[in-house]
């Protein structure tokens, strides 16, 4: 179980009466290559995607490795090697989620899409890379797939609080499922007070303006 902080959430309301987006352009390009190059097949197009979206959001697939090789070795011989090993079974678990609507039961398997994969990663990062795997999993399911980074961490953190007593599916990463399980809640809390309900992408600009206004507060 998670509670919001009513008062806290009232503190925002300005929010959805401003207009967004400021990063729409260059989202909807990233969108737009998911589109119509979605599948991972073909490592060329895997890799390119990878390192578009990971470069794009501070979350490089590279960053923190052993500098064994050069970056482009790593691209073009380890994540390369990764698409060839799961890219298939990658595209099928993302195609059964492509028709989703936006519920619990559909956040609940995105955890679980995000764990495997993020297991996948591990194995040529030795990395959680949680943040990296949300995004680029957003990017191919952008309708149920929430974004996880410190910034959105944080957002929501002064939003939700964790009860005693919630439980993490065995199948999940923790620290994700426990984010997601907070914005599911939050998602509810929004749409009773304000009558508005938010994509993902809508999610993440509201918690990272919760997490800016409350670093600017800190400051004065």
Known sequence: MYKVKEEMLKKYEGFFQRPHGEWDFGNKILYRM??????????????????????????AIERGRKREHSEEDFYFTSVAKLFEKYGEELDGRIAALQSAALNDEAARETVRLHK?????????????????????????????????DSRAAAGIGALVT?????????????????????????????????????????????????EEENRKAKQK
């Open 34 to 59: 998911c589109e119509e190059h979605p599948a991972h097949t073909d490592v060329n197009v895997a890799v390119g995607k990878i390192w578009l979206i990971g470069r794009s959001y501070a979350a």
């Open 116 to 148: 495997w994969w993020q297991d996948c990663i591990r194995e040529i990062t030795e990395d959680e890379k949680r943040s990296l795997v949300s995004k680029y999993l957003h990017f191919h399911l952008r309708d149920i797939v929430y974004i996880y």
């Open 162 to 210: 964790r009860q005693r007593g919630t439980e993490t599916p065995h199948d999940a990463d923790a620290v994700y499922a426990d984010f997601v399980g907070r914005v599911r809640t939050l998602a509810k809390a929004i749409e009773t007070a304000f009558g508005v309900t938010l994509t993902p992408r809508e999610m993440d600009e509201f918690l990272l303006y919760v």
